[in-house]
């Protein structure tokens, strides 16, 4: 779809309508403005570029095709102007033609020389990398990549050194010198400026090419006086730092950068010098990369390079296609490149996971390789204050993050807090995913961002208290280390699947130390590649320390094996079948699944085999065509397990949908779900009829949904594919014909930016829109009934609204919804006899409720602190391994730190452990009952493999019973002692 900018474009070059210009520049300055204060020195040529850039359009307008994006061909026509800039800027004058310089003017001396001295005080404030880098670029006048080989790191870290030196050198210089720093947003004094001269340009010339011509000739040349000014003031300085620095030489102006903005629709624009057309380019790839794979004489080499046109950093992780004759699969390294063997002709390379990609098009050449590179400009910005938990701002931490669309594994650093605690940056990508590491503290849970255009996004990243370390090594089978090993690192918590671990890498004797961790246990999961080509896995629970003396080691083994045959109708073999074994990890992050998760095809004689397998729970799925198998099986070390899938043809299911007087519904969706296989939907025709193909047998559950509803209007249960049709009626009280609306009022400390709004109706949520100046939301197409709102704020509910009961025909106002900044809740804990309890931990129920669940926690000194608290009354219960539980009242408010001393009776540690062995996580209500038949604690577990469940209970005697969450059950009685009790061994059952 069209957005309005292009159209109003299209309108004005067939028109040359000035009014439908200054449209376009009031909607498209801003993002020009932005990319251009990042690629220049200075506020005055960011100006200068961005008003270059629309003069160049209004000249350029006849090579505009109607219907492609505008923004990104402005864009485009901005980055070749600065790297024409640069190029220009870099020539060396005529010695011979220059006229003698005036005298200096001593006033302007002695200036130049006071700037000179605080130029160098200022540059021996900076931290070495930075230091190094600008002393050697500005002052030796080396080259980036001359200065990369040097300090043996990336050309791209060389630049992003400059960028981000430069940046804190412009902020340590008086504010007199600091001559050149850019402001975010565009003054509104060369706004308005700048849209004069571009619609005075255009009311003056509005159709010939050439008039068009002239007056930019014109205009640059008035921009030209401004020029030499600066250059003037620039080489007065310069003379000063030759002063302050006699041994110095004087530095020549950077490199120009070849970077190409691609044009939705065209190849990338050639460098100058080039020939026309696309085809390979002459400019080598990046120092650094890895070398890419010959090309044989049957096929070319693509080199695809992505770049972020503000920092000009390439964009690692991005998963790309290329498609020509055949489709292949990359993914960009650090320096945002991706290399790729194609056959010869004609290719497109997509980011599908981008929402902002242009695609990229190029000519494939056998036997040579092509260069494709793009710029693009950034899609969202963001703005980092970190904080400790006293909210005072920390100076120096480090944000690290990656962009939704690149690898869930890859977060790349991509920055340092200045002295107020704050980091500005910007993405290409439409959301992103951030956390602070800061020295000696624990890292701040990961926030995920999304986009706003050019607004920049306030983001809040809180540490925590002093940090534990862990050390370790991977071994192979022979206890070799295993050299760049990933080690995913995850501390222990009751939410595993929203606690995003902390990744580092072994070394080359295969060892690693895991900092920025709380201390306590921890789950670590390490992988790698085998030589044969199949991945090796290993888990381990370690407990990370303070004092340094955490230390784990985890063992590659053979791990499992799932083999089988898969068979057709009539039990033919089926070759060529996906078979996927999914691993559901309960204990782990959920993106961990993507490397332990294991495919491969079947042979020509329908079989296969899936090796190397971590333990645990694997779902599994056999597919082709629109036959589907699946299955869940566990796997333990070293086991083999047979499955035989059955492709036959599956069921059918036959749908009629119509309404309460009969009348068929058309345009309807039926969707069919079963718990551990894929959902199937169909749209019902003119006759409200839809059938639904290939279903495996099993109770499956069918709704029907209004087209453009967001909830179900008529959910069957219980249904059994076979011949006979389902009839599902739509009763007039169940069409979408409700709708609510309201308001948000967010007290301070709140920003819509961290706020997640949904609504939940039969176990079925949707997400709803705030507009961020209003606060106001608003849904349509509801099904009247019963609807729970939930605010949330991270992974915290700050604000509850329901249930909310909306009927046919309803537009229900919800009016004002305050919402306050979560709180946190620090929980003293002591033994009665003033010694200190062990393993302590929290539970929290509200309303009566039962069983207690556990809620975030980290431990600080002398107990708990339970952060991200909303507003609610509740109770929490305290317990551990060697003290009796016991629950207290909660009263919170919101945006408040409050405390609270417990005093816990002393126990009798008390452990209860599964047998069998338990080859994955275990998950379900433990119930601890007195020898009187009352309910002492009922309370959900969750359990790692192999792992026992430590309770400190008062002497007695007590029945203990388990029920897991896939239907097990085990009972026993637990005799407590004076001061031990033996521990109780259960073996789960299914009833």
Avoid at 384 to 390: F, I, K, L, N, P
Avoid at 440 to 453: E, I, M, N, T
Avoid at 600 to 627: I, K
Wanted: hydrophobic fraction near 45%.
């Amino acid at each position: 779809m069209r957005s309005r900018e292009d159209r109003l474009f299209a309108h004005f070059c067939r028109t040359g309508d000035p009014r439908a210009l200054a449209k376009v520049f009031d909607r498209t300055a801003g993002e020009l403005w932005h990319v251009a204060a990042y690629l220049c020195r200075d506020r005055h040529e960011a100006e200068d570029l961005v008003q270059a850039t629309y003069l160049a359009a209004i000249e350029d307008r006849a090579a505009y095709v109607p219907g492609r994006p505008v923004l990104p061909w402005l864009l485009g026509i901005l980055v070749n102007r600065a790297r024409e800039a640069r190029r220009r800027a870099a020539r060396v004058p005529d010695a011979t033609r220059l006229e003698r310089a005036p005298e200096p003017d001593p006033a302007a001396a002695a200036h130049a020389a006071e700037f000179g001295a605080a130029f160098g005080a200022a540059l021996v404030r900076l931290p070495a990398p930075f230091r190094e880098t600008l002393e050697a670029h500005l002052v030796r006048g080396r080259t980036p990549h001359e200065i990369a080989a040097a300090l043996g790191v990336a050309a791209g870290t060389v630049r992003m050194r400059l960028h981000r030196g430069l940046t804190r050198l412009r902020r340590l210089l008086p504010r007199g010198f600091a001559l050149g720093a850019v402001g975010v947003a565009m003054p509104d004094a060369a706004f308005a400026a700048i849209r004069e001269v571009v619609l005075t340009a255009v009311r003056a010339a509005p159709a010939p090419p050439v008039a068009a011509a002239s007056t930019t000739l014109a205009l640059l040349g008035g921009l030209a006086v401004k020029k030499t000014l600066l250059v003037v003031a620039l080489l007065v300085a310069a003379l000063a730092l030759w002063a302050a620095l006699p041994p110095l030489l004087p530095h020549p102006e950077p490199a120009p950068v070849a970077l190409e903005v691609a044009r939705h629709g065209d190849a990338p624009r050639q460098a100058a010098g080039d020939t026309a057309g696309p085809g390979p380019r002459a400019e080598v790839p990046a120092a650094g990369r890895a070398p890419a794979p010959s090309a044989s004489a049957g096929s070319g080499v693509l080199r695809v390079v992505v770049r972020n046109a503000a920092s000009l950093e390439g964009m690692q992780g991005l998963h790309l296609e290329a498609w020509g004759r055949t489709l292949a699969y990359g993914t960009t390294d650090a320096h945002g490149g991706a290399t790729f063997r194609l056959a010869p002709g004609r290719v497109e390379v997509r980011a599908p996971y981008l929402d902002a990609w242009v695609p990229l098009r190029g000519e494939v050449v056998a036997g040579r390789e092509t260069l494709l590179e793009c710029a693009l400009a950034p899609r969202t910005l963001v703005d980092v204050t970190v904080v400790d938990a006293d909210a005072t701002p920390v100076a120096g931490a480090l944000v690290v993050g990656r962009g939704h669309g690149t690898d869930d594994l890859e977060q790349r650093v991509l920055g340092r807090t200045d002295l107020e605690g704050r980091w500005r940056g910007s993405f290409v990508e439409r959301g992103v995913a951030l956390r602070a590491l800061a020295e000696g503290r624990v890292a701040s849970p990961q926030r995920g961002v999304d986009g706003r255009g050019l607004t920049a996004v306030q983001v809040r990243l809180e540490v925590g208290g002093p940090a534990a370390t862990l050390t370790g090594e991977v071994i192979d089978a022979e206890g070799r280390g295993v050299t760049g090993a990933r080690v995913a690192v995850q501390p222990r918590s009751e939410r595993p699947w929203r606690e995003v671990p902390l990744f580092v890498a072994t070394d080359r004797d295969g060892r690693f130390r895991a900092e920025h961790l709380p201390e306590g246990g921890c789950q670590l999961v390490a992988w790698t590649g085998a030589d044969s080509g199949l991945p090796r896995f290993a888990t381990a629970l370690a407990d990370a320390r303070r004092d340094a003396g955490g230390r784990v080691t985890l063992r590659f083994s053979a791990g499992g094996r799932i083999a089988g045959t898969l068979r057709a109708a009539g039990g033919t073999p089926y070759a060529g079948a996906q078979v996927v074994a999914a691993c559901r990890p309960m204990e782990f992050w959920p993106g961990l699944a993507t490397v332990l998760t294991r495919s491969t095809q079947s042979a020509a004689d329908g079989s296969f085999a899936l090796d190397g397998l971590a333990p645990g729970s694997y779902r599994m799925q056999a597919r082709a065509d629109e036959r589907e198998c699946v299955a869940t099986l566990e796997v333990a070390e070293g086991q083999t397990l047979r499955w035989d899938p059955d492709l036959a043809d599956g069921l059918d299911l036959a749908v009629r949908l119509v309404d309460g007087r009969g009348r068929p519904l058309e345009g309807w969706t039926i969707r069919c779900t079963l718990p551990g296989a894929n959902a199937r939907e169909a749209t019902t025709g003119t006759g409200g009829d839809a059938g639904v193909r290939g279903l495996q047998a099993g109770a499956w559950t069918v709704s029907a949904s209004a087209p453009g509803a967001h909830f179900p209007s008529v959910v069957r249960r219980e249904v059994r594919p076979g011949a006979e049709q389902l009839l599902l009626l739509v009763t007039d009280e169940a069409l979408p014909t409700a709708g609510l609306h309201g308001t948000l009022t967010l007290h301070a400390g709140v920003t819509v930016a961290e706020l997640t709004v949904e609504l939940l109706h039969e176990q079925v949520s949707t997400p709803l829109r705030v507009d961020p100046g209003t606060l106001a939301f608003a849904l349509r197409s509801l099904v009247p009934g019963r609807y729970l709102l939930l605010i949330r704020h991270g992974t915290a509910v700050l604000r509850t609204v329901g249930p909310i009961h909306v009927g046919p025909e309803q537009d229900l106002d919800l009016g004002g919804i305050h919402v306050r900044p979560p709180g946190s809740l620090t929980l003293e804990v002591q033994r009665s006899d003033g010694s200190a309890p062990h393993d302590v931990f929290a539970l929290a129920a509200a309303g009566g409720a039962r069983p207690w669940r556990r809620i975030p926690q980290e431990p600080c000194a002398g107990g708990l602190r339970l952060p991200g608290l909303p507003p609610a009354e509740f109770e929490v219960l305290v317990w551990g391994s060697d003290v009796q539980p016991r629950s207290v009242p909660v009263r919170t408010l919101g945006g408040d730190a409050q405390t609270l001393p417990v005093i816990l009776a002393p126990a009798v540690p008390c452990e209860v452990r599964f047998r069998p062995g338990e080859p994955a996580a275990l998950r379900g209500v433990l119930s601890i009952r007195t020898h009187g038949g009352a309910v002492l604690v009922e309370e959900e577990v969750r359990l790692a493999a192999g792992e026992s469940c430590r309770r400190g209970l008062a002497p007695g005697t007590y029945t203990i019973e388990f029920t897991a969450a896939d239907g097990r059950r085990g009972a026993g009685t637990l005799e407590v002692g004076e001061r031990s009790a033996a521990p109780l061994e259960l073996t789960l059952r299914r009833p």
